[in-house]
């Protein structure tokens, strides 16, 4: 009998642990976004340097008229040339 009341709450600990931690595990997944409609993207010709590394980056799809710049070192990439108002 005094082996049973141990075991019994290791077994209850382990189970409530192991059911919090699914829970926060399911928390953190998220489903896949569905893609956008054809046709949704924008055609654009932009192109990006980041200031700090020199790394040129070339965008040609957007969902947006206006896009946000993409980041790279930490920081927001600088617009360099806009082939489409050129």
């Known amino acids: 009998?005094?082996?049973v009341v141990p075991i019994a709450v290791s077994l209850l600990f382990i189970y409530v642990v192991y059911r919090i931690g699914l829970k926060l595990m399911l928390g953190f997944s998220r489903p896949v976004p569905p893609p956008p409609p054809p046709g949704e993207l924008r055609?654009?010709?932009l192109t990006y340097m980041c200031?700090?590394?020199g790394t040129e980056v070339r965008m040609t799809r957007s969902p947006s008229d206006t896009p946000i710049g993409p980041k790279c070192c930490m920081e927001e990439m600088e617009l360099v040339r806009d082939h489409?108002?050129?």
């Open 43 to 45: 055609k654009v010709r």
């Open 84 to 86: 489409d108002n050129d």
């Open 51 to 53: 200031t700090l590394c």
């Open 1 to 3: 009998m005094d082996v």
